[in-house]
């Protein structure tokens, strides 16, 4: 299980990012296709540090929403 965010990106495309993971980011014409390229990002990102013989970073994060 990741954390992921999801919001609309500058070309019409949704924009979605994992921070547990730096760098791990996709995109897609839909939240939905968004969603699922961040998935398959993920299963990517960790497999290769699997390959580098890496750890994987925990997903310790929190989100709250803040009225301003």
């Keep these: 299980m990741r954390q992921v965010l999801v919001y609309p990106g500058e070309s019409g495309y949704y ?3 994992c921070p547990s993971l730096p760098g791990c980011i996709s995109q897609g014409p839909s939240k939905n296709e968004a969603i699922e ?3 398959e990002a993920i299963a990517l990102y960790i497999e290769a540090l699997h390959d580098q013989g890496l750890p994987v970073p925990e997903d310790h ?3 709250i929403l803040v009225a301003v």
Excluded: L, P, W
């Design 61 to 63: 994060f929190d989100s």
């Design 15 to 17: 924009v979605a990012e």
């Design 37 to 39: 390229n961040i998935k």
